[in-house]
C-alpha cells in the first residue's frame, strides 16, 4: 500500500523559497506506472492543482505557477519534491504530496499524504 | 486555467437524493472522460468518490453516481446519509495536461 508523508518547513518568509518533499513508502518513485504530484488548499479555501511528474522526465505544470515552481524526483532516497519560488501570503496553504492511479496524466489521484501547512509571513 | 464552476452548497434530508453540477468548457470537462469527485471531512485528506465521468473506485458506496453532459458533469447522492455531509470537489484534466479543480460544494444533511 502506497503511503505518502510531506515534510518541510511550516513557515516561509515572504520572497523567500518554499521547499517541501514527500517520502514514498511501500511504492517506488521510479515506477512509470503513475504520476507523483502536488496539490494546495489555502485555509478554508478549494484544491488547486499544482503540478505532477514522472520518473522519467515528463513535467506537468498548473500554468498560474509554472514560472516558480520546481518539481523533482529523487530516486536515490525514493522521494519527489517541490519547490515554489517567490511566496506571498497567498501562497500559505495546506500542501498534499499524491499519486495518480495507474492510467497516465489523465489518471485521478488515488493515494494521499497527510498534508503540511506552509505559513508565508515575516 | 478557471477553476471548474460548482454550487457552493447543497443540502438534503436523510434518504433524498441530490444532485451537484461541475461546470468547465470545452477544454476541460467537455472535451475529456477524465472528470473525477472527491469527498473531503472537516479536516481529513479528500477520497476519490468517482473516476472517468462514472466508475466507482473499489469501496465506494453505489449510492454514489457521477454522468456528464456537455460542459457539466454530475454527481448524485443517493439514500442521504449523514455520513456523506462533508464538501465535494469535482476535478477534470485538461487541454493544457493539468488538472483543475472545482470550488467545491458543502453538503448538509437536514
Known amino acids: 500500500q502506497t503511503q505518502l508523508q510531506e515534510s518541510g518547513p511550516g513557515l516561509v518568509k515572504p520572497s523567500e523559497t518554499l521547499s517541501l518533499t514527500c517520502a514514498v513508502s511501500?511504492?517506488?518513485?521510479?515506477?512509470?506506472?503513475?504520476?507523483w504530484g502536488w496539490i494546495r488548499q489555502p485555509p478554508g479555501k478549494g484544491l488547486e492543482w499544482i503540478g505532477s511528474?514522472?520518473?522519467?522526465?515528463?513535467?506537468y505544470y498548473n500554468p498560474s505557477l509554472r514560472s516558480r515552481l520546481t518539481l523533482a524526483v529523487e530516486t536515490s532516497k525514493n522521494q519527489f519534491s517541490l519547490k515554489l519560488t517567490s511566496v506571498t501570503a497567498a501562497d500559505t496553504a495546506v500542501y498534499y504530496c499524491?499519486?495518480?492511479?495507474?492510467?497516465?496524466?489523465?489518471?485521478?489521484?488515488?493515494?494521499w499524504g497527510q498534508g503540511a501547512l506552509v505559513t508565508v509571513s515575516s | 486555467q478557471s477553476a471548474l464552476t460548482q454550487p457552493a452548497s447543497v443540502s438534503g434530508s436523510p434518504g433524498q437524493s441530490i444532485t451537484i453540477s461541475c461546470t468547465g468548457t470545452s477544454s476541460d470537462v467537455g472535451g475529456y472522460k477524465f472528470v473525477s469527485w472527491y469527498q473531503q471531512h472537516p479536516g481529513k485528506v479528500p477520497k476519490l468518490m468517482i473516476y472517468d465521468v462514472s466508475q466507482r473506485p473499489s469501496g465506494v458506496s453505489n449510492r454514489f453516481s457521477g454522468s456528464k453532459s456537455g460542459n457539466t458533469a454530475s454527481l448524485t447522492i443517493s439514500g442521504l446519509q449523514a455520513e456523506d455531509e462533508a464538501d465535494y470537489y469535482c476535478?477534470?484534466?485538461?487541454?493544457?495536461?493539468?488538472?483543475?479543480f472545482g470550488g467545491g460544494t458543502k453538503v448538509t444533511v437536514l
Open positions: 499524491a499519486r495518480g492511479l495507474p492510467g497516465g496524466a489523465a489518471a485521478p489521484v488515488g493515494f
Open positions: 511501500g511504492d517506488s518513485v521510479s515506477s512509470s506506472s503513475y504520476y
Open positions: 476535478s477534470s484534466y485538461t487541454s493544457s495536461t493539468t488538472w483543475v
Open positions: 511528474i514522472y520518473y522519467g522526465g515528463s513535467i
